[in-house]
């Protein structure tokens, strides 16, 4: 009975399984000449220096590339979880960025479905099989350290780093499964399943099987618990090559996520004492071109994943191509026309903004230039800046009328403007201005950065600068009309743009997806109402 319910499973989990030993790519070859995982965990993975380091490396290219519709290799990757697709999903769901093909029309137009967009429906499955390597890593590398095959301070580095994924896994799939914390009171209200155990037996395959959603707050302590514990377990970056310190999880990483965390579930002071502990650790840089044109080496970049000219989503998934090269994701005019964002603001010029031409050389839209590496995709996936701790924290600061949000929010603004001296903010009337200059600022900074639906989402009926559902947004399916890039002019939206979506419709919720809930009985009676 158990043989059969394991090869029923199977299917579905073995892909969380595979290429733990892999640098690169997982391919059939690979697949076909590992030892079953019950027996290579045992007895390979985790028994020597060496091949941890491997199955760590495992674990971060799941973070990075992940296997878009099972494929075989990392050019079948579309940059699942964490990669390139963290940033365009995100985008998507949100209204500053434009899909210009139909590459991004199920999540730019809200309709999606639980088995048909792959693109959501791989959003689930390949954080799920990151989750599951993050386990793996965890499990082994405690066996490993108990029987000394590394050192106590090497091993929990390398088990905080796995927490720390395991967190910003699960948290992200609260942002796009979930309400939002603050939805009902103590956010008692559904999560996610929040995997604590890998799918590495046929015990445990079950165990996961049938495990159910626990709640938003449940969830919360678990994924701040890890957090911590990742801070406890996990090397200064101090202690790391300035490059290493940007691409592997450090101490400081999981103090900047908690920051983001925080925010999200409106416990301000947490946010000021966690961005506290990052004073004097990080400095933003003179140019907000800096952290993109030398993103692997900067003073700000906190935490972000590496991308090379053989290891990276494909030109059907890196960030150069899709933003840049290929122009499938374009600036939108209702951003560009924000008179908040000054027409002398450094972060309008060509360094991070690229004007699309057309063969008479005449401006078709505008582009992001964040990801400047069209030809080999190897710009970093940034994914925490120090720039968003400060903002995080300016934030938390005038919402609690803290007049020092002040000086965060400059220091993020002022390397951008022309004059900083006549342009830069001085007090606001209201708190809710100052709220809403913090959160303009969070829209501009991290243009094509993969935030804004973090944003929209924590904001749902918030208390001073609410929102209500997805956004209405610009056309879908073509280039921005560049008429309609009008500096100062506010974008008056027009028939045959995308409309709003209410917070109250079902579609906000993405679906938990068929492939999951035909496996999991559980999750199939906890499916999001409506779907």
Known sequence: MKLIKYNKLRTYFFGALLSSLSLVSCTEENIIELEPYNQLSENS???????????????YQAAQVGLYNNGGTSQSGRGYPFGAAYFQQNDMRGEDMVNTASFYAITYTNTWDPSG???????????????NRANLVIEGVTKAIEKGVISDAEGKDIIGQALFFRAFSHYELLNFFARPYKFTSGASHSGVPYRLKPSNSVATIEENSKLGRGTVAENYTQ???????????????????????IVYVSKEAAIALKTRVYLSKGDYPKVIAEAD?????????????????NNYGNT????????????????????????????????????????MWLATDKRRGSNLVRTLLNAQNQPICYLSNKYKDTSTLSDASPLLRYAEVLLNRAEAKARLDDPTYLADLNAVRNRSL????????????????????VLMERRIEFLAEGLRWNTIHRLQHDDIAPMNGVPQKYKNGANPVFADYKIGTPYVFKTGDVTALPY???????????LETSANPTLAAQQNPGW
């Open 45 to 59: 993975a985790f028994d020597t220096k060496e091949n941890i380091l491997l199955s760590v490396n495992g674990m």
């Open 117 to 131: 967009a792959l693109n959501t429906v791989y959003y689930w499955i390949d954080t799920y099989r990151l989750v």
């Open 223 to 245: 994924l701040l618990s890890d957090l911590d514990t990742a801070e406890n377990y996990l090397l200064s970056k101090t202690t790391k090559s300035a490059k290493n310190a």
């Open 277 to 293: 502990k990052l004073n004097g650790k990080y400095s933003l840089t003179s140019d907000p071109n800096a952290p993109f044109a």
């Open 300 to 339: 700000e970049s906190i935490f972000s994943l590496e991308n090379s000219a053989t290891n990276n989503p494909s030109v059907n998934g890196a960030l150069a191509s899709q933003y840049n090269g290929r122009a499938l994701i374009a600036i939108s005019p209702v951003i560009w026309n924000q008179s």
């Open 418 to 437: 022309a004059n900083p001296a006549t342009e830069q903010y001085t007090a606001f009337a209201t708190k809710a201005d100052a709220v809403n200059a």
């Open 504 to 514: 109250s419709d079902y579609r906000y919720l993405w679906p938990i997806p068929t």
